[in-house]
């Protein structure tokens, strides 16, 4: 993956989160009365996750430029490493 694909990826949970939070207003504004409390409970859960999916796209796209820089800084030693860990999956699979 090159670093346009992570801005892709990250741009499309960026537009998840804020559909999540589009139909979470809409649903406490069509919600009655009587919901009010599990609404607010349910909402504030999903807030808080919405949060959490956010500080994870953010360490995403912090880890996948930082891997970009190492791969492109060291490409040969990359190479190798994806070369030996292949090897060894295929050794793994082909015992079973």
């Given at each position: 993956?090159n670093?346009?694909?992570?801005?892709h990826?990250?741009?499309?949970?960026?537009?998840?989160?804020?559909?999540?939070e589009?139909a979470?207003?809409?649903a406490a504004?069509?919600?009655?009365d009587?919901l009010?409390?599990?609404?607010a409970r349910?909402?504030?859960?999903?807030?808080?996750?919405?949060e959490?999916?956010r500080?994870a796209?953010?360490?995403?796209?912090d880890?996948?430029?930082s891997?970009d820089?190492v791969v492109?800084?060291?490409p040969?030693?990359?190479?190798?490493?994806?070369?030996?860990v292949a090897?060894?999956l295929?050794?793994?699979?082909?015992?079973k």
């Amino acid at each position: 993956m090159n670093a346009a694909s992570f801005e892709h990826l990250s741009a499309e949970l960026g537009k998840i989160l804020t559909e999540v939070e589009s139909a979470l207003k809409k649903a406490a504004a069509d919600a009655g009365d009587g919901l009010d409390n599990a609404n607010a409970r349910v909402h504030g859960s999903l807030r808080r996750a919405c949060e959490h999916l956010r500080a994870a796209q953010h360490e995403l796209a912090d880890r996948a430029h930082s891997l970009d820089r190492v791969v492109h800084a060291n490409p040969w030693q990359a190479v190798a490493a994806t070369g030996l860990v292949a090897f060894l999956l295929g050794m793994w699979m082909g015992r079973k």
